[in-house]
């Protein structure tokens, strides 16, 4: 398929990605499965809101003690927190110089979780900021630590150096170290961490225009998901699934997935993302031409879009529903869908990707 089609259907169906997170020690991050639903991309110097000035504050001044009282562990854990508050705010230059300040207090202390901790940290910071191989140095650096430390972050930095791959638009390195992550889930027993790599596999394939594989590997993620018992999970395989269909003119296809995807949701009451499927599906019946069930779709994610308040993701979505598209509408969603990487740190618990 040309690359301008696929650029269009991922403008078309705000795909949402399920994405694998940076490894983090387990006691900071209690789901490191989860997909990721907003982007960390673009803004280096966000302004902060009134009560994170005051909890920057706050640890700045923990930050002073800590250096006063000369207690390197405790000023590296202060300094960790001052760049997740950041890295949460999309503040990744001082994110990323908080994180590279303590890494060098843990390196000095010879704390080898925690250093790869904050090397993960670091790499996704490095990744926001558009830095991929500065990104991939820092994950690779990461990688025998947790080799010789924790098995399942390894895994899951070997899925983060996969994406930075994917974002690079190197199928081929992308694919190996996908694969090198799943065979570390799969001797782990980690079913959520297998179905996260099977669906980055999927996308992989289907940003390299191999559909049927993209396919094959969006509904093992999806039955990977049900083993694991995540449904949102197992919704965005669906939703991935369906976008698979529709760009193989499967039409018939990616309506059933995408209503199964749907079902799910309103289980889950995750009415923001049932508003994207909705869009999604009214895109299908528009492009059949039944352009009366197609406006009755849209109609109904722009009332939930209304419900939750989001006057700006209802605009930006009302506005892609008249297609054609331009050229230059098309090139900005390709290049939003480009920056699909979940580059959040597990740690922050950040909110997660569209």
Not at 3 to 23: D, G, H, M, T
């Amino acid at each position: 398929m040309p690359q301008s089609r696929k650029s269009l259907l991922f403008w078309l169906f705000s795909v949402p990605l399920v994405l694998l997170n940076p490894a983090c020690l387990a006691s900071r991050a209690p789901d490191a499965h989860d997909a990721t639903s907003a982007e960390a991309v673009g803004v280096k110097t966000a302004l902060l809101s009134q009560e994170a000035q005051g909890r920057l504050a706050e640890l700045e001044d923990g930050l002073r003690y800590a250096h006063d009282e000369g207690d390197a562990q405790a000023e590296a854990s202060i300094l960790d927190s001052i760049g997740l508050l950041n890295y949460g705010n999309q503040r990744f230059d001082e994110a990323l110089e908080a994180f590279s300040r303590s890494l060098a207090l843990y390196r000095g202390l010879k704390a080898e979780s925690f250093e790869a901790t904050e090397l993960c940290e670091q790499g996704a910071a490095y990744a926001a900021l558009g830095m991929q191989q500065k990104a991939l140095d820092s994950y690779k650096e990461a990688l025998p630590m947790w080799r010789r430390v924790d098995r399942q972050r390894e895994a899951a930095t070997l899925g983060k150096i996969a994406e930075v791959f994917r974002m690079l638009h190197d199928s081929v390195e992308a694919l190996h170290f996908n694969q090198a992550a799943l065979d570390s889930y799969v001797q782990v027993g980690d079913a959520g961490g297998q179905a996260t790599v099977l669906n980055n596999i999927g996308l992989a394939y289907f940003s390299s225009g191999n559909n049927r594989k993209a396919m094959s590997y969006f509904e093992s993620a999806r039955n990977a998901y049900l083993i694991a018992a995540n449904p949102a999970g197992e919704a965005t395989a669906l939703n991935n699934l369906a976008v698979a269909y529709a760009a193989s003119g499967d039409n018939n296809d990616a309506l059933v997935s995408f209503d199964e995807a749907l079902e799910l949701q309103r289980k889950g009451s995750d009415r923001s993302a049932e508003a994207v499927t909705l869009n999604s599906i009214g895109i299908v019946y528009s492009r059949m031409g039944q352009s009366s069930m197609a406006r009755k779709l849209y109609g109904e994610a722009a009332s939930i879009y209304h419900t939750l308040g989001d006057q700006q993701v209802k605009t930006r979505d009302l506005n892609s529903l008249s297609l054609p598209v331009s050229e230059a509408k098309r090139e900005g969603r390709k290049r939003k869908a480009d920056t699909f990487e979940g580059l959040d740190t597990c740690a922050a618990q950040l909110p997660i990707i569209q």
